[in-house]
């Protein structure tokens, strides 16, 4: 599975901002065109983000995914620095995903099924 480590790429602990979350576009859209719709966002070493920069990252593969006519099958956030909680929940939800937590922490987006 292709993936991006943005403690790699954004040498910060805490990810405040949709500007931070910009400074990795290309690398999210490289990550879309390699993936087949499924990819993963590896937080390791990250202490936290704001959900600004969730959210500006979730618009990125989305733009990214339209541009290059890639659907988003599954997105793994690997490693996430804070529990699952209903303002990750409301952040997806306009971008018409959903997320669960898998039985290893990880947590796993898809879209929102039709309906």
């Known amino acids: ?5 943005v403690r790699e790429l954004i040498p910060k602990n805490v990810l405040g901002s949709r500007e931070t ?3 990795i576009a290309s690398d999210i859209a490289q ?6 719709g499924s990819f993963e966002i590896d937080l390791q070493g990250v202490l936290g983000f704001a959900p600004a ?6 618009s ?3 733009e990214a995914s339209q541009e290059q006519s890639v659907p988003l099958v ?13 303002k990750h929940h409301a952040v997806c939800r ?16 898809t879209p929102t099924s039709p309906r």
Do not use: C, Q, Y
């Not at 599954?74 to 209903?86: D, G, Y």
């Open 1 to 5: 599975m292709t993936s991006v480590n």
């Open 74 to 86: 599954k997105l793994v956030i690997a490693h996430p620095p804070t529990e699952l909680s209903s």
């Open 53 to 58: 920069f969730f959210s500006e990252i979730l």
């Open 94 to 109: 306009p971008h018409g995903l959903v997320i669960s937590e898998s039985e290893h922490g990880d947590w796993l987006i």
């Open 60 to 62: 990125m593969i989305g």
């Open 21 to 23: 979350a910009r400074t």
């Open 31 to 36: 990550a879309v065109h390699e993936s087949h």
